[in-house]
């Protein structure tokens, strides 16, 4: 049973190159070559590894014998981190955030991370300095982690309500 679930998938992948091929342009399209019906037979008979099987494919859409477009856009998935670095809470310590000013693309999930031997918390200001109500975290102990997602461009001030002169700029294009 599982060679034949192995044949059929097979079959189906030969299909798709196939068909991929002929569709992609059809003045340059051309048979499957036989090395790749080879490594796909010899795959569904479990004398080629899967991993070997997928590179074979890999080189293929790689070197544009198969070529995938896609029709939908997928939004792209981005991530940061700012650091708050151990010493952080002291004022005359260098220990600012890392960095100081991010520069991230909107719908950039910012996480803080405090690796400081003290509690933390992020505190987003306006722009007379006051704490505003966009995104603000509970108190970080030690490890502790704070997420927030930039939806809109702009410059974003934050910092830290225990240690005020701590502050720092996340900004959003």
């Not at 590894?49 to 074979?56: I, K, P, R, V, Y």
């Not at 896609?70 to 940061?80: L, Y």
């Not at 505003?132 to 930039?150: A, M, R, V, Y």
């Amino acid at each position: 049973m599982k060679n034949a679930s192995k044949v059929a998938f097979v079959l189906v992948i030969v299909l798709s190159i196939s068909l991929v091929s002929i569709s992609v342009n059809f003045a340059s399209a051309q048979a499957v070559p036989d090395w790749v019906k080879n490594t796909a037979l010899w795959y569904g008979e479990g004398v080629v590894s899967e991993g070997e099987f997928l590179n074979m494919i890999k080189f293929l859409i790689e070197n544009k014998v198969i070529v995938v477009e896609i029709s939908e856009h997928i939004p792209q998935v981005t991530n940061a981190e700012i650091f708050i670095p151990n010493g952080n809470f002291d004022v005359t310590g260098a220990g600012f955030y890392s960095p100081l000013n991010l520069e991230i693309p909107t719908g950039t999930t910012v996480t803080w991370i405090n690796d400081d031997s003290v509690p933390h918390n992020i505190q987003s200001i306006g722009e007379k300095g006051k704490v505003i109500q966009l995104f603000n975290s509970p108190p970080l102990n030690t490890g502790d982690k704070f997420e927030f997602t930039f939806e809109e461009s702009g410059v974003y001030n934050y910092f830290c309500s225990f240690h005020p002169w701590r502050v720092g700029v996340v900004t959003v294009s």
